[in-house]
């Protein structure tokens, strides 16, 4: 029998605080793929807000504790394009020329995926059992796409979701306006983004809207809430994983 790989479950402050259903249904998926699952009780945020102030200092003892937490596995799966861009993609540049940390890091970031990808690209999952009655609309995060190259991955295993069918919005691929500190650095400009999101997902006509990172998600979900949309909001993980039958995002406890 070969030995299941062992992944680190990095679960992602927003998960963990609001919504961490999310980090059950990334388990279930990577139990059901195969994997054995371990959530590392010493992590911490992934530093990506201190990192986008310009806050070095932080960033880098973030990044020690991350590292030093999840280097004994063989893989870190998050489910979040945003943060598993931050470790896979910006933690080397912080030891750029660290005779202790560079090498570290580059072996730690070189384990990091974001769940729906490590799913169908490392792990060959090529459909789920879920069924999900109803149409979904798919937003694709900066992050995830820019970074990660995630696109096609979470189309594919969503289309086997049973009863699920998925309805393309206009500029699926363009930000919703979080940006995490963005927003608050922003906010007007936030806003206007966010608005012509949301404007394209009730054009798609679809029942609900998914994406794969949570900060997109509570972005878009408040904002179609502010404008009287009844459009349910779930991250991709819940869809897949079949435990969708919680309130949606914004409307309850996750």
């Not at 404007?199 to 009287?228: H, P, W, Y």
Request: hydrophobic letters at 40%; glycine letters at 10%; a negative charge.
């Amino acid at each position: 029998m070969m030995k299941k790989p062992r992944v680190g479950l990095f679960v992602t402050c927003l998960v963990d605080l609001f919504r961490p259903a999310v980090g059950f249904a990334s388990v279930k998926l990577l139990e059901e793929a195969g994997c054995e699952v371990e959530v590392p009780m010493a992590q911490t945020c992934c530093g990506q807000p201190a990192y986008n102030s310009g806050d070095r200092a932080d960033t880098i003892a973030i990044a020690k504790n991350t590292i030093e937490s999840f280097e004994e596995y063989d893989y870190i799966v998050a489910p979040s394009g945003s943060c598993a861009g931050m470790l896979r993609k910006h933690y080397p540049g912080l030891f750029k020329g660290d005779a202790h940390w560079e090498a570290r890091a580059a072996a730690f970031s070189a384990k990091v995926h974001e769940l729906v990808s490590f799913l169908v690209d490392v792990m060959g999952v090529d459909r789920v059992t879920a069924a999900h009655s109803g149409s979904v609309t798919y937003h694709d995060s900066c992050s995830g796409l820019r970074e990660l190259g995630i696109r096609e991955q979470p189309r594919r295993l969503l289309a086997t979701v049973s009863g699920l069918k998925i309805k393309e919005m206009r500029d699926a691929d363009v930000c919703c306006g979080f940006g995490g500190t963005f927003c608050v650095k922003y906010p007007d400009i936030s806003n206007r983004i966010v608005e012509e999101k949301t404007a394209n997902i009730r054009a798609a006509g679809a029942d609900t809207l998914i994406a794969g990172d949570l900060g997109c998600l509570m972005n878009m979900a408040g904002k179609l809430q502010r404008e009287g949309s009844d459009i349910e909001v779930r991250h991709v993980a819940e869809v897949l994983a079949g435990m969708d039958d919680r309130p949606a995002i914004g409307r309850g406890q996750g």
